[in-house]
């Protein structure tokens, strides 16, 4: 695997895991997560360490692909158990992102699809703003949701970002509403080039952690998935439970593959209603507290409990209003 060769890489050359990520510059941190396995380094890094290191820029991107073989298997299992709470407690999608596609695109599309569709929050956001929508989703926890709860203009597949099965030069767009993150971009747009049509579209919409609400109650969250991170790095066990790509990397990643003649960035907020019990919800939802939960929940325990303390102390009792902030990739074809 690539963080065994790293690892290895940096053992030869007798460097601290701070030495190699100040000649990469990088943080240790990021050294730290591709030794575990958590993340891997990016093309520029990676012909970065070829040429520093003297090791073929082949074998590194042979390991990588080792590595990313499993890696759908592995984050679609991380959803099983909780989709309800995913369900029931994320953000729907924007009408806003819907129009700004729509109006690149210039028309109504056709066809859309949806990879990564979870339980069909994002599928249904397109019902009645597209001919035909269909969902791509690895999860059977996930599907069952989303199949229950879909129009009669909407169909589910299940299967991963990188093989859809679907015919070539299909759809208009393709769309990843808070997924992205999970899938190997290179093979996942590799796999939008061939079903996108001419001028067709690809989006990746994600929201940012936490919704804008009062400084209190982001403190706390944001403390809380800090300690997240932290376990994460420190247990080898847990990071073999997801493979999970750096979304600021992103719109990067788009422009680089070549598929497209414009990609641009695209940020907007939106206000829905939120209680408390929604609040914790939210963060119940997120898959790396939730392998935490599943595995190892001693290590967490306490600063969930603190969490829910201050939540129920800081955060306004009743409905509010608070704002999700999104950021949203575009590619057109």
Known sequence: MISDVIKEIRHNVN?????MAQALYVTRQAVSRWENGDTTPNLDTLKQISKMFGVSLSRLLSEEQKKDEPAAEINADRFIGFADIYEN??????????????????????????????????TRAWEGKCGWITGIEPSEDMLNIAKAKSGKKASFVKAYSDNTGLPDKSTDVVFCSQSFHWMNPADTLKEADRILKKGGIFA???????PVCDADTEIAYMNLFNKVRIIEEENKEICKTFHRWDKNNHLKNILESGYFKYCREVVFDNKEECDIQRFLALAQSQGGLQAILKTSPELIENDYINFKKAICKSFNPGVNKVSFCYRMRIGIK
Do not use: F, N
């Open 15 to 19: 460097m601290t895991q701070d030495e």
């Open 204 to 210: 990746a919409v994600d929201c940012d952690w936490p």
């Open 89 to 122: 407690s994320r953000p729907a999608v924007p009408a806003h992102a819907i129009e700004i596609i729509t109006g690149y695109l210039g028309k109504t599309p056709e066809s859309v699809v949806d990879l990564g569709c979870g339980t069909g929050l994002s």
